[in-house]
């Protein structure tokens, strides 16, 4: 059976590196020998962990601090991974902004959108392109449960969150003729800094242990992938009731929770 290793190549890039999920991304891949490319704003994060994994696992590292936000933000990236076989890329950096859309900060909206869309399409599109050439690797998008239905107070970070999920899932089709395994993970809420950033929901959360454990396990099977059985069961409602529904439902309690 081919190993993590030789199905992906010896590199990997992680988005959002210095904290969260996409930490617990190299957490994870390092273990599986896989080198890794570290891409977040916090420098001093990324070289403690890749410190730490390095002294664990062996792997190389190399830390980029980068603001995806920026236009010019692959002009800083392109120097440092060109000469690197980059085969699998998680597109992992995002945040939230959560509360009544007319009232919020329109800079800050086109940041989230900056890094939370062109940021990945570009890194796919750039990166992807490597890979097809080599016949071989792996791209996971990080979508939400919140992507699946249209959410009242977080409306822009829904919406974007559904271009991850539709952007994904159509690559996973395009590029799986081409020996290129794409899929879309989908968290709930997840123990992360992401709550702090956006204002918090008050819900319980996951571990980020297990949501990448599963991401990881079922990158080349499954185009979609929901970490956890409640927010299984939240996607389920989204798909069998009426759009309109779940809307108020959830706009009830999104808006209940910004007056808390």
Same mark, same amino acid.
């Given at each position: ?11 990997? *890039? ?6 969260? !999920? ?27 962990? /890749? ?12 830390? #980029?601090? /980068? ?34 859309? *007319? ?15 062109? /940021? ?5 599109? #750039? ?14 998008? !990080? ?5 699946? #239905? ?7 970070? /829904? ?54 454990? !599963? ?9 979609? #992938? ?35």
């Amino acid at each position: 059976m081919e190993s993590f290793q030789q199905k992906y190549g010896s590199w990997a *890039l992680v988005t959002g590196a210095s904290s969260g !999920i996409g930490a617990e991304f190299c957490r994870q891949l390092a273990p599986k020998g896989i080198n890794l490319v570290m891409v977040a704003r916090r420098k001093e994060r990324m070289e403690q962990l /890749a410190g730490e994994l390095k002294d664990k696992h062996g792997v190389q590292t190399k830390v #980029i601090p /980068a603001d995806l936000s920026k236009d010019d933000f692959m002009e800083t990236l392109l120097p440092e991974i060109s000469s690197l076989e980059i085969g699998l890329l998680i597109n992992n950096a995002g945040f939230g902004i959560r509360g009544a859309f *007319l009232n919020s900060n329109l800079e800050r909206e086109l940041e989230m959108l900056s890094v939370n869309c062109r /940021a990945p399409l570009i890194l796919t599109r #750039i990166i992807g392109q490597q890979m097809l050439k080599r016949k071989r690797g792996g791209i996971i998008f !990080i979508a939400s449960v919140l992507g699946f #239905i249209e959410t009242p107070y977080f409306a822009n970070y /829904a919406a974007s969150k559904a271009y991850n999920l539709y952007m994904g899932q159509a690559l996973w089709y395009e590029l799986k003729h081409h020996g290129i395994d794409v899929s879309v993970l989908s968290p709930g809420t997840t123990k992360t800094e992401f709550s702090k950033i956006s204002g918090g929901n008050g819900m319980p959360a996951m571990k980020v242990e297990p949501v990448v454990r !599963i991401a990881l396990k079922k990158l080349g099977n499954k185009p979609s #992938i929901v970490a956890g059985l409640h927010n299984r069961m939240f996607v389920l409602w989204c798909k069998l009731f009426p759009r309109r529904i779940m809307t108020v439902l959830i706009g009830s309690v999104m808006k209940k929770m910004i007056k808390n």
